[in-house]
């Protein structure tokens, strides 16, 4: 049996699940504003607010780093975790933003399905955050995570596709390509962040 000297500091993984439900809460607000695009000055400061309170779990993971001598997981895996759903979180306020923003009245069909499967992978992400105070394989997950990365990869190149085929304005066209590329990025977010817990899952198994 091991003895630990030197405990751990077990917040990281409080502050990772809250990371966690603040993602899939605005997950959930920024699917309305893409279903709803009526609502988005409503719906927009929730996400905005969501935003906030992400920024500050990634400030106070980061100032636990530089204060803490023997982390639960390698520093610089915590670093990369803070960073990449902080960096999910920005391309979701991006894209709901946009929405109002460009004073869009109907969506697309490419961006409602981008929206859904943001919000499925996002709950991957979250469960992945909430296992990692017991890291184990998660093949099955980091499968289904794949696979909706992979869909989101399709969706979005027939978006593109369809709106330099079909659409005549230049300024809907870079509306619509902004738009796209936020829920793009959020999405691909969510993959970095399967690879760096799988990562971990290796370094500890």
Not at 41 to 60: A, K, N, S, W
Not at 125 to 142: G, I, M, Q
Request: proline content about 3%; aromatic content about 8%; some cysteine.
């Amino acid at each position: 049996m091991k003895i630990r000297l030197i405990p751990r500091e077990e917040s990281f993984f409080d502050l990772f699940e809250a990371q966690g439900r603040t993602l899939q809460e605005t997950a959930l607000k920024v699917q309305h504003v893409f279903t709803f695009p009526e609502s988005a000055p409503e719906t927009h400061p929730g996400i905005v607010e969501r935003e906030h309170r992400g920024d500050e779990i990634t400030h106070e993971i980061m100032d636990r780093l530089t204060r803490t001598f023997v982390t639960p997981l390698d520093q610089e895996d915590i670093h990369d975790l803070a960073v990449q759903t902080d960096d999910i979180l920005d391309f979701m306020e991006d894209a709901a933003a946009a929405i109002l923003l460009f004073k869009i009245e109907h969506t697309t069909s490419y961006a409602r399905e981008l929206a859904s499967i943001l919000v499925q992978i996002v709950g991957e992400v979250a469960n992945l955050l909430s296992r990692l105070r017991s890291p184990k394989d998660f093949k099955t997950e980091h499968i289904r995570l794949h696979d909706l990365e992979n869909n989101a990869d399709r969706v979005y190149r027939e978006a593109l596709v369809n709106l330099f085929e079909n659409t005549e304005s230049a300024v809907d066209i870079i509306k619509w390509k902004e738009i796209y590329d936020h829920l793009e990025r959020a999405i691909d977010r969510c993959e970095d962040v399967a690879d760096t817990i799988r990562g971990v899952i290796i370094k500890y198994s």
